[in-house]
């Protein structure tokens, strides 16, 4: 029997890639977009690819649209045996330099949304006994960098309330799993900084927002989002599956370093690696 699964965020980047590799494993997919012209670029694609994803208009930020657009794709499919939670964004700035509506902004999209979706699909995943609840997260959820505090505290979030719900609900054979990718080939990083830094309150705060501009919009020297899209299958079809899934060698490495350095040590990589401190002598260029 074909299942059907709801994902969030499905017109572009890890949304989309997911939702053409589920269509291609034999999932029956509904994909969230925002508008119909988004809706358009998901059957394109998926046209493309040769499979067959249905899409819903849903903004993940509006509790009414949530709604209707859930039902709707309850409607669409008999009933949902699984969400993705993918959508999200990523906003770049010092915490001192983010506005309280931006970091609520932030919180509101990446870490209410999810679990305001989540409530919505659980009445019918209890009523028939399984389900499954994919809350897409990220290595920030577990590691904080300078310049990226409000997305981190939004992942970190989304980690503590997903492992709450998992607990939960698992006695009512729903499964809530993690996935947890580090750096991908999306445009969620260039995008974070595609309204600009906000304004700097200091000039060490303008040197690192000059210094992060000038590496943005490098995601196509990054790895293929598929490794991302392959594991939430995974998540979805294993019978057991794990609470909490890595995906990348950068997600990997990054925890490993940070488990096992002094925090001292740790907080100096990523000041100078993110351009607030420099190193104390001047690394020689050696040549090929």
Sequence with gaps: MTKSVLVTGANSGIGLVTALELAGAGWD???SVRSEQK???????AAERGVTVRTVQLDVDDAASCAQGVAEAQALTGGLYALVNNAGYAQSGAVEDVTDELARAQLETNLVA???LARLVLPGMRERGEGRIVNVSSIAGRLST??????CASKHGLEAVTDALRMEVEPDGVRVVLVEPGMFGTDVWSAAQAGGFPDPTSAKYAAAYAR???VAGNSDRLPDPVWVARTVRVALSNPVPLARYLVG???YG???ADTIAPTLVSDYVKSVTSGLRRLPI???YLPR
């Excluded at 300078?146 to 997305?151: A, D, E, I, N, V």
């Design 146 to 151: 300078p310049l990226m505090g409000w997305y």
């Design 29 to 31: 997919v509904v994909g």
């Design 254 to 256: 990054g925890l490993l």
């Design 282 to 284: 001047k690394i020689p």
């Design 114 to 116: 999810p679990v305001r």
């Design 249 to 251: 060698a950068d997600a």
């Design 39 to 45: 809706a358009q670029a998901v059957h394109t694609a």
């Design 212 to 214: 992060a501009e000038s």
